[in-house]
T-cell receptor
Framework: DADVTQTPRNRITKTGKRIMLECSQT?????MYWYRQDPGLGLRLIYY???????NKGEISDGYSVSRQAQAKFSLSLESAIPNQTALYFC???????????FGPGTRLLVL | RKEVEQDPGPFNVPEGATVAFNCTYS??????FFWYRQDCRKEPKLLMS???SGNEDGRFTAQLNRASQYISLLIRDSKLSDSATYLC????????FGAGTRLTVKP
């Protein structure tokens, strides 16, 4: 079984809808991250969490929110989706040293 | 200016060729450096860390020049299975990813 899982794997939604992307991990890591990937821009950090009580904004947090429900779960919400949030979203984890990140398989989101 | 810049490629090389990728970063306080590999429509995976003295892992050699804020990856004796996008990653407080360099190795 995969160590980092994401649901859903693909999602099509309409402008203005609220959606949630979920991430679970079995690696026992404290740190979890949400990134988006766009062609030509690479991965950009949206939010990260170093433990259940610690949530931090990343490079591009506007329009997104997160919830760290447990050490193993970190969800990303788009409160009111817009077309430029169409992207590939990755969840990742790392241990406390933070040196290596382990990525989930990604969620492809299309906002119409 | 992007924090981490890479030549996007694509690099198209024959099997057995040697290919080099370059990367520059803007934050001189960056602490750690990595190369990740990403296959088409898949998640990135760590290829290797990059150390100040340079390091090698089989056919792969990584170099770091802190003075020039420059990182390189050399792949010798390219295999078809090396075809992927290679991401340069720099860590200060968090990880910053380059947009990637695409490599295609052809028979």
């Amino acid at each position: 079984d995969a160590d980092v899982t994401q649901t859903p794997r693909n999602r099509i939604t309409k402008t203005g809808k609220r959606i949630m992307l979920e991430c679970s991990q079995t690696k026992g890591h404290d740190r979890m991250y949400w990134y988006r990937q766009d062609p030509g821009l690479g991965l950009r950090l949206i939010y990260y969490s170093f433990d259940v009580k610690d949530i931090n904004k990343g490079e591009i947090s506007d329009g997104y929110s997160v919830s760290r429900q447990a050490q193993a779960k970190f969800s990303l919400s788009l409160e009111s989706a817009i077309p430029n949030q169409t992207a590939l979203y990755f969840c990742a984890t790392s241990d406390r040293a933070g040196e290596t990140q382990y990525f989930g398989p990604g969620t492809r989101l299309l906002v119409l | 200016r992007k924090e981490v810049e890479q030549d996007p490629g694509p690099f198209n090389v024959p099997e057995g060729a040697t290919v080099a990728f370059n990367c520059t970063y803007s934050n001189s306080a960056s602490q750690s450096f990595f190369w990740y590999r990403q296959d088409c429509r898949k998640e990135p995976k760590l290829l290797m860390s990059v150390y100040s003295s340079g390091n090698e892992d089989g056919r792969f050699t990584a170099q770091l020049n802190r003075a020039s804020q420059y990182i390189s990856l050399l792949i010798r004796d390219s295999k078809l299975s090396d075809s992927a996008t290679y991401l340069c990653v720099v860590r200060h407080n968090d990880m910053r990813f380059g947009a990637g360099t695409r490599l295609t190795v052809k028979p």
